[in-house]
């Protein structure tokens, strides 16, 4: 969900919930104080009525909202509210009253007055004052979320574009973080904090580079050293046993350094080090890189056709294609069975390496993992180094075991 | 043949000087920039080996002075540095050779002579052993005088166990010297065998006698004694 988004939602609803409980409250308040004033409206009434029996001795009787008569001393109560409910023949309808009965002693009389005060007008009066009050609240909350809604927009509009600058941004690329300014100090310190952030890795970056870089190369001069006195050692007259641990020490060397020039590779690759030539003809690096391994086709009697119905072209750096497809080709070759086959099928949108080999199916998805291997021997980074190449030139690459073990590599659009 | 040794790093120094003292070049050491500049500047070398990174200066720095001297002497850089970049640069600034480490001392010594022949130092283009002589220039095997076909492979082998004579020479090292690395099959280098066996039986083929030794079934070894 989008930041405004789930602000706007929360806003909205925090605001319904607000606009209920306002609007409860407001009503019962109202009510309160309309029946307050009733009541005022009522004993200042009966303050008239007193002082017309009391000067005039004058009993006022209005059907239906005043009535007095005089009384017997027993009959004296204290003052008291009802609601009553009487039935208007104008309106004919039931009309709710508040009905206000005391007693009172004026001049030695006991006198009994009745007040009644129609409530319609007053529950009439609370309902309209409610409901606009609430259809004000409404308009209120409406052009508010609409104004708070375009406000976040131009307030959070820089913040949408810098997000989009950081997204795209990547260490391989040479250029800089660059942050649009605003007059926000909250997204100014984002972004200062952001842009020393990306600096600080991105020369973390390069050192840890250049450290891959360097403790390889350093590595390289020791096992030369190691190499060329074992050489030295071999040229001596030497028992078949020490010679085999001499050699076996020789192979060891060999793979170490072997592992080293593949990693180095990977992190050339990955760091975009190798810059990209013209369009490549693959049918014809793939012919080429064939034709290496005749001796060993031969070796293993391996049948090798060509299927081809068109010309797959890349703009790939020359050595990197020559790496890919060594590596696929000669993964081919290492992992199939004497007298097998090995079938290239060449057409303009993809390139396919199947092989004979052993029945059971590579896990299709650690295979293009780091040191995923099947043997000791193997370095478990031909495939890797494969993916890699496959994912800086815009290629995809597929395995899938059907009757052969087949690699696809096919351009994404 | 007068070789001038670059490296920063004593111990392949002392490693590099044996082995090509042994293989009668007449070899002289510089450990860093400053020397290997002094030597260049007052002597004659055939051939320069020339490591890139030293301690105070850039090895590239010395090709450069090498060229712009015109000093006459072969050049193959030596980097731990496999980086495509450095070798398309010391090749362009004209580096007969570049080697990446780490690297064997038959291979350093094919390399040697073929510089050594194209530059024609050595005068003549013919490598002998015994009975055996090939011509580098028209690609020829001969064998007592009489000429035998070998393919590009086969020749190759031939050649290199010709410049390595008497040396031991492990299937390893074969293999990288015809394949170039480019080939990763770990342990299986039978396939040299077949390719061995071919030259034996062409040498045989015309009563030539079969030099090449293996050894402990691991190494080979061209000799006649």
Redesign the interface.
């Known amino acids: 969900m989008k930041f405004l988004t789930k602000i706007n939602r929360q806003y909205f609803l925090t605001y319904s919930i607000l606009l209920v409980f306002v609007s409860v409250i407001g009503y019962f308040l109202l009510r309160l104080i309309i029946i307050y004033e009733v009541k005022e409206d009522i004993l200042e009434k009966e303050y008239a009525i007193i002082q017309e029996i009391r000067n005039n001795n004058n009993l006022p009787n209005i059907y239906p909202i005043i009535k007095t008569k005089k009384i017997n001393e027993n009959e004296m109560r204290s003052a008291s509210y009802k609601k009553i409910f009487f039935y208007n023949e104008i309106e004919q309808e039931q009309e709710a009253y508040l009905e206000y009965t005391n007693t009172l002693k004026i001049n030695n009389s006991f006198y009994c007055i009745k007040l009644r005060h129609s409530l319609l007008e007053s529950n009439d009066l609370i309902m309209a004052i409610s409901l606009s009050l609430l259809l004000l609240l409404v308009l209120a909350l409406i052009v508010s979320f609409v104004i708070t809604k375009q406000m976040n927009k131009t307030v959070w509009n820089v913040f949408e574009v810098n997000l989009k600058k950081i997204e795209n941004f990547s260490f391989n690329k040479s250029f800089e973080l660059e942050l649009t300014e605003t007059d926000i100090d909250e997204f100014n310190t984002l972004n200062k904090t952001l842009l020393e952030l990306t600096k600080k890795l991105k020369s973390d970056y390069k050192s840890l580079k250049e450290f891959t870089e360097n403790a390889s190369h350093e590595i390289q001069t020791p096992l030369t050293i190691i190499s060329l006195t074992l050489d030295e050692v071999l040229q001596q007259d030497l028992s078949e046993s020490v010679f085999k641990q001499v050699i076996s020490t020789q192979k060891a060397i060999k793979r170490l350094s072997n592992l080293n020039e593949r990693l180095l590779l990977l992190t050339k690759i990955e760091n975009m080090q190798y810059p990209v030539d013209e369009q490549i003809n693959i049918n014809d690096v793939i012919d080429e890189q064939v034709k290496e391994f005749t001796a060993l086709i031969k070796h293993k009697n391996i049948d090798v056709s060509f299927i081809i119905s068109g010309t797959f072209k890349v703009k790939i750096n020359y050595i990197l294609a020559e790496i890919l497809f060594n590596n696929l080709i000669s993964n081919a070759i290492k992992h199939n069975i004497d007298n097998g086959k090995l079938n290239i099928i060449m057409t303009d949108e993809k390139i396919s390496i199947c092989n004979t080999g052993k029945n059971n199916s590579l896990t299709n998805s650690s295979i293009f993992h780091r040191f995923t291997k099947e043997n000791s021997q193997s370095y478990g980074l031909g495939l890797s180094i494969v993916k890699q190449i496959c994912d800086t030139h815009k290629l995809d690459i597929k395995y899938i075991k059907d009757k052969l073990h087949c690699f696809t590599i096919i351009r994404i659009k | 043949m007068k070789v001038l040794i670059v490296e920063d ?1 004593i ?2 120094l002392i ?2 000087s ?2 090509l003292t042994k293989e009668n070049y007449v070899c002289e050491l510089a450990a860093n920039y400053k020397t290997a500049k002094e030597k260049i500047m007052v002597y004659e070398y055939d051939v320069v080996l020339l490591d890139i ?1 030293l301690p105070d200066g850039s090895g590239i720095d010395l090709l450069r002075i090498i060229r712009k001297n015109n000093i006459n002497a072969g050049v193959i850089i030596i980097s ?5 970049d450095d070798k398309i640069k010391g090749l362009d600034l004209g580096a007969d050779d570049y080697m ?6 038959p291979e350093l010594n094919s390399r040697i002579k073929s510089i050594l022949r194209r530059h024609r130092f050595d005068g003549n283009n013919l490598v002998e052993f015994n009975e055996i002589i090939i011509d580098i220039d028209k690609k020829e095997v001969k064998i007592s005088g009489e000429e035998i076909f070998f393919t590009k ?1 086969e020749y190759d082998m031939l050649l290199f166990f010709m410049i390595n004579k008497y ?2 020479i ?1 299937k ?1 090292i074969i293999a990288e010297h015809l ?1 170039n690395d ?7 280098y ?2 040299i065998y ?2 061995l066996n071919n030259i034996r039986q062409k040498i045989k083929a015309k009563e030539g006698n079969d030099y090449i030794k293996t ?2 079934g ?2 080979y070894k061209l000799t006649d004694k």
């Open positions: 790093e111990e392949l490693r590099l044996n082995y990174t731990a540095k496999s980086s495509l990446t480490k780490p690297f064997q001392l492979k040396r031991m492990t390893e394949w480019n080939i990763d099959l770990s342990d299986n039978d396939f077949t390719h050894i402990y691991m190494g």
